[in-house]
């Protein structure tokens, strides 16, 4: 499954971090072995973190009170959180801890989310369970907490321990199931009468529990129990959603596990937490993960019945849509619309209340809806259970439920939340609002309303409503884009988001339906299009000329960490950890799979027979300077590089590939309108409860538009657009909208949006001179892609110097075109010398 922008964003940072963590971490041991008092006050995560993030840092120790990295990562419901967890513990194991192998600890805060990731880790054709293989080569074991495992599963393969940990406040730890002695983990320990052995681990791991006290006739006795185990092997621990469900009792727990490292992933992390990166609504938006806008329907009737009639209406609408887009495309939606009722139990039906059986009777009775169409999920009924929502062959279209569904519950198929419950009860829309969220397939159908998701509600307070579903959005990480509400209900102030259409502003109504944009577009007979870099640039690459010679530099170790012995070196028996150690290092070696390589490296070359070639060339130049055993145990780590190399060498062909197009005259980039300029349009529609103004709080004066929301825009491209504004040589400026105004095709997949497009004055000819298109960067975004951008913007500008723009369309004044990239550290020197 390929990363989403933001996605690969997370594991870039994370990457960042990680490097600086080894450094520091590096510094640490040398100051451990020259003074330890002196290195119990280097606090190595704490100054790698102030390196990278630059902001204060919250420490946190383990157990054994060593310094213990503790990162959350900020991800909001519907982006993606679990498979970026996965792509995480690789990362943590080869880059952090050195190793592919070992014991991973993945918390979760209740049983509906313990049962979706188990069932997905479980299933090697998920790709979670797919991206967890690739990085430990294939050797990959999922358990629960009531399976064993022993030290040679360790040693030999990743293996991830799923436990639920549903109680944010235990009075009493020993009170988890954990701590009980469970002879399934002896391999582990020493022998039960090796009472100078326990001592020694005792010593060297002193929070381990213990029947009996040091002071007592036969010595310590080490309790065989889970919990010490994974004391024993300090694992790599993952907390899904940890804000929902652990007080500082449970955390404290988790931390005396002696975690090597601690990854938390959450939509809204707390106060206290170390947060490495925060992905907002608005880039899931963007990536098309999400249905936007939510359509909001109070109806103002007294009966509920009449709200369940047209939120089944609605559903009926959608689905007749999406049976039109299937037959476009063949891809599947079956609408599905959510009801939460007052009362599910069987003993619980009365007048006073509505029961998700009077709701289920109206669908069947008045709706005529089939019972097989219909699911109850609750604590006693779950009609779902067993069922895949994504299947042709599943009937469900109703799902009625109380509070089942709120967290950890998902499927992009639901489109319509009906709430039915009291009007003072804030419970039903905070908490389910984020599960019709998800947009199916993560990408837009381009049918505006399979894009976007609808609440019908009945007997609320509009303002009081529009605060709720606010808070949800909050609650789901989405609060950036908790603006994007729109209320149906006719003459009434939501206090949600209004819609608006917005025009040119009345000094520039001349320019209307007048402002042209190039682009790369293809000439084909006596038509034009735009490029696609599928069809015109991926399908031109020759690979015959691709190069990964430089792989046979890379290089491998030829044994493993040392860390392992460390965590396992407990003793000199020979039934104990340390030996078990040993013996896996000798034995835990990886297979060369060629197929396995061909399909990891199929991703970036469209092509089998080559991907085999390349990988069959790879293992060769590798195997020059190593070893058939070195190569094998480097397996994965090979892998990954060889698709570093794939990967520039895919774009350095495909840049080939591009600019021959155009020296060939294939490939132009042209203006007028009948070749398929980029023309701005004379209305958009907005959706904004707060304009964007100056920051003396007076109006915008120079954006094209009378009207400019503030919501859609951050606040890099906020101070960029106030100084545009106030520049006396400067004519208009527009801010430009991702995914859906005017872009650029260069020679990657992934199209450039520009932040702003500007002109300047023409004091000469009473009109606008240079046309500028601008791209905004943070100094942290300085990076491969934006040097791509850069590029491709110089090769822009080399290529409109050459056109007289007067010549190719009469009604353009003699003018110019500056693409530019402007850094956060730079922007308003760059502007200085671009427009004053």
Not at 242 to 249: N, S, V
Not at 427 to 452: N, Y
Not at 780 to 799: G, I, M, P, R
């Amino acid at each position: 499954m390929k990363l989403k922008q933001y996605q690969e964003k997370v594991i870039d940072t994370l990457k960042i971090y990680l490097g600086a963590l080894n450094e520091f971490k590096a510094t640490y041991k040398k100051a451990l072995d020259f003074d330890a008092d002196v290195a119990k006050d280097y606090d190595f995560p704490k100054r790698a973190w102030v390196q990278v993030a630059g902001k204060a840092y919250h420490s946190k120790t383990n157990g054994l009170q060593e310094s213990l990295p503790d990162i959350y990562l900020k991800v909001p419901t519907g982006g993606g959180k679990t498979l970026l967890a996965c792509h995480a513990i690789g990362n943590i194991q080869k880059t952090y801890l050195n190793k592919q192998t070992g014991l991973v600890l993945w918390i979760v805060p209740s049983s509906q989310i313990y049962r979706q990731t188990i069932s997905a880790l479980k299933n090697r054709a998920h790709p979670y369970r797919q991206v967890l293989d690739i990085s430990s080569g294939g050797k990959t074991l999922i358990k629960e907490k009531t399976e064993l495992f022993n030290p040679l599963d360790v040693t030999e393969n990743l293996v991830v321990l799923l436990l639920m940990l549903p109680s944010a406040n235990r009075q009493n730890k020993e009170t988890l199931k954990v701590f009980r002695d469970q002879g399934g983990f002896t391999g582990f320990f020493p022998c039960e009468d090796n009472f100078e052995g326990h001592k020694k681990i005792k010593e060297l791991i002193p929070n381990l529990d213990c029947f009996s006290l040091e002071n007592e006739v036969f010595g310590i006795q080490i309790k065989t129990s889970l919990g010490n185990t994974l004391k024993v092997l300090r694992p790599l621990v993952v907390i899904d959603e940890g804000h929902r469900a652990y007080g500082e009792l449970a955390r404290k727990t988790i931390r005396d596990f002696n975690p090597s490292f601690i990854l938390e992933l959450s939509a809204t992390p707390p106060p206290d937490s170390n947060e490495l990166v925060k992905i907002t609504g608005r880039e899931l938006h963007e990536e098309e993960m999400i249905k936007l806008d939510i359509h909001l329907i109070n109806k103002t009737s007294l009966d509920w019945e009449n709200t369940l009639l047209a939120s089944y209406e609605k559903r009926n609408e959608l689905e007749q849509k999406a049976k039109e887009y299937e037959a476009d495309t063949n891809e599947y939606i079956r609408p599905i619309c959510l009801i939460q009722v007052e009362r599910t139990g069987k003993d619980q039906r009365d007048t006073q209340y509505i029961h998700a059986e009077d709701a289920k009777e109206y669908l069947i009775k008045k709706c005529n809806v089939p019972e097989s169409h219909i699911a109850i999920k609750s604590s006693e009924k779950d009609d779902i259970e067993g069922f895949d929502l994504f299947s042709n062959d599943c009937n469900i279209r109703y799902i009625i439920t109380k509070q089942a569904l709120q967290e950890g519950w998902d499927c992009s198929f639901a489109y319509v939340l009906t709430i039915l419950t009291n009007p003072s009860s804030a419970t039903g829309i905070t908490q389910l609002v984020g599960r019709i969220l998800r947009q199916p397939f993560a990408h837009k159908t381009k049918i505006k309303a399979l894009d976007e998701c609808y609440v019908f509600t009945f007997r609320q307070n509009a303002k009081t409503l529009v605060s709720k579903i606010k808070s949800g959005l909050e609650d789901e990480g989405l609060g950036d884009i908790a603006g994007r509400i729109v209320s149906d209900e006719v003459g009434t102030d939501t206090g949600g988001l209004k819609e608006r259409d917005t025009y040119y502003r009345p000094g520039f109504k001349k320019y209307e339906g007048k402002i042209y944009l190039p682009k790369f577009i293809i000439q084909e007979k006596d038509s034009w299009r735009d490029l696609n870099f599928d069809v015109d640039i991926l399908s031109g690459i020759d690979w015959e000329n691709i190069n990964i010679d430089e792989i046979k530099n890379i290089a491998l170790q030829n044994k493993r960490s040392k860390e392992q012995e460390i965590i396992l070196g407990l003793s000199e028996e020979k039934q104990e950890v340390l030996k078990e150690t040993g013996r896996a290092e000798k034995t835990g070696t990886l297979e060369i799979d060629e197929v396995f390589l061909t399909r990891q490296i199929s991703e970036i070359i469209p092509n089998p027979w080559y991907c085999f070639n390349i990988g069959e060339k790879a293992l060769k130049l590798v195997s020059d300077n190593y070893d058939q055993k070195t190569v094998a145990t480097n397996f994965v780590f090979i892998i990954e590089e060889l698709k570093k190399v794939l990967d520039r060498e895919r774009n350095r062909l495909a840049e080939q590939v591009f600019k021959k197009m155009i020296t060939d005259k294939k490939l132009f980039f042209f203006l007028i309108t009948d070749k398929g300029s980029f023309t701005l349009p004379s209305r958009i529609k907005v959706r904004s409860n707060k304009q964007l103004v100056r920051n003396d709080n007076t109006p915008i004066q120079k954006s094209l538009f009378d009207y400019v929301p503030e919501e859609n825009i951050n606040n890099l491209e906020k101070s960029v657009a106030i100084y545009l504004d106030e520049q006396e040589k400067l004519l208009w400026w527009y801010r430009n909208m991702s995914r859906q105004d005017y872009h650029i095709q260069g020679w990657k997949r992934t199209k450039i949006y520009p932040d702003f497009i500007a002109t300047d004055k023409d004091e000469s000819k009473n009109d606008y001179g240079t046309i500028y298109v601008l791209e905004t960067k943070g100094i942290h975004l300085k990076n491969e892609d934006t040097k791509y951008k850069q590029d491709v913007f110089a090769l822009c500008n080399e290529l409109g110097a050459k056109k007289a723009w007067k010549e190719l369309f009469d009604e353009f004044p003699d003018s110019g075109f500056e693409f530019q990239v402007i850094f956060e550290d730079e922007w308003q020197n760059k502007l200085n010398g671009l427009i004053i």
